[in-house]
């Protein structure tokens, strides 16, 4: 994920980029099939967490957690907590919603994250 100084605009690449691939073939599609398999499949489960979630979310704890020690979010925030709810909220999307993940969806979920968790003496 990049970093230019300002993590909701970091954020929003990042989750716009993954809207799109979760909501287009050929990603969204398959990846839809894998999580249905590995809810049968413990191994599958164990191994689509650390290959692909586990990033996904460390990407996105990194990100913040650099936006907590500049300032920008304040830093009694639990920034684990915030990941699992930001990334969360697109793949209840993805996998079990009909609404979109699109640019209204993605700004209303960071202007919630940045009225939680932004620093007000910025």
Known sequence: M???GDVRSDLREQFLRSGFALSSPPIGPIYRAVI???????????????RFL????????????????????????????ATEVLCGALYYRSLLSTRPIDEVAIDGLLDMFIAAYGATDR
């Open 54 to 81: 586990a990033t996904v979310e460390r990407s996105t704890l990194d990100r913040i957690t650099r936006a907590q020690h500049t300032g920008e979010l304040t830093a009694a925030a639990n920034l684990e907590f």
């Open 36 to 50: 249905a398999e590995a809810q049968a499949d413990s191994t599958l489960r164990a191994t689509l967490h650390e």
């Open 2 to 4: 990049s970093d230019t």
